[in-house]
């Protein structure tokens, strides 16, 4: 079992920065595939980035990249979520996840899943 808190998330100008975190329990942390998703009014909760469990591998979402670093310690059973240049489209609610694919940018290759932080951008 894995219990995923969010935290980090709050209201910020478009052009500034964010740093999110999630912090995990249980001792098979470092076996995960650990993943960011995030979910704006109305619309379906898309993916934004993935982290392997070693770290070594990362994925991302087109619209984040060169914007948004996903990294993790897990000797601190936590995975952050750096977060640059936002947009106002960047404003959604952010979910940490956990799961046993390699770096999956799939919703249902999910087990985990933390209750999400608000991050609002305004213009």
């Known amino acids: 079992q894995v219990q995923l808190v969010e935290s980090g998330g709050g209201l910020v100008q478009a052009g500034g920065s964010l740093r999110l975190s999630c912090a995990a329990s249980?001792?098979?942390?470092?076996?995960?595939?650990m993943g960011w998703f995030r979910q704006a009014p109305g619309k379906e909760r898309e993916f934004v980035a993935a982290?392997?469990?070693?770290?070594?591998?990362?994925n991302y979402v087109d619209s984040v990249k060169g914007r948004f670093t996903i990294s993790r310690v897990n000797a601190n059973n936590t995975v952050y979520l750096q977060m640059n240049s936002l947009k106002p489209e960047d404003t959604a609610v952010y979910y940490c996840?956990?799961?046993?694919?390699?770096?999956?940018?799939?919703?249902?290759?999910?087990?985990?899943w933390g209750q999400g932080t608000q991050v609002t951008v305004s213009s």
């Open positions: 996840a956990a799961g046993p694919y390699y770096s999956s940018s799939d919703l249902s290759k999910y087990n985990y």
């Open positions: 982290i392997s469990w070693s770290g070594g591998g990362t």
């Open positions: 249980g001792r098979t942390f470092s076996t995960w595939t």
